[in-house]
């Protein structure tokens, strides 16, 4: 899962835990990215900091694998969110808009 911090950066959820146990002991606040076309955003800037991160310091680096899995864990949020979005039945959106019909008619037994 990635995290924003309080400075706006893209951070994974490791770099979010180092930063907040740091010397000094207080905890920086990070909170989760909820906004599907932001995190498209946060995406494309993490790919490319990856691919600049690959040419630099080579595919096999610490600092490329770091960049990739950032990449990787916005992907996957994006995902979670978007299978998360609840999706309606067309009967139910129907009868939303027309409660009175004979199709939306509930009995108690």
Known sequence: MAFVSTSGAVVSAKS???AAC???GTRSVARRV???SD???????AMKEAEEATKTYGKTSKEAAVAWDTVEEL????SHQKSAEVK????EAYCE???EADECR????
């Open 16 to 18: 979010a835990r180092v």
């Open 22 to 24: 740091g010397q000094s």
């Open 34 to 36: 909820v906004m599907m």
């Open 39 to 45: 995190l498209q955003g946060k995406i494309n800037a």
């Open 75 to 78: 992907e996957a949020e994006a």
């Open 88 to 91: 309606k039945d067309p009967l």
């Open 97 to 99: 808009d027309a409660p």
């Open 106 to 109: 509930t009995y108690d037994n």
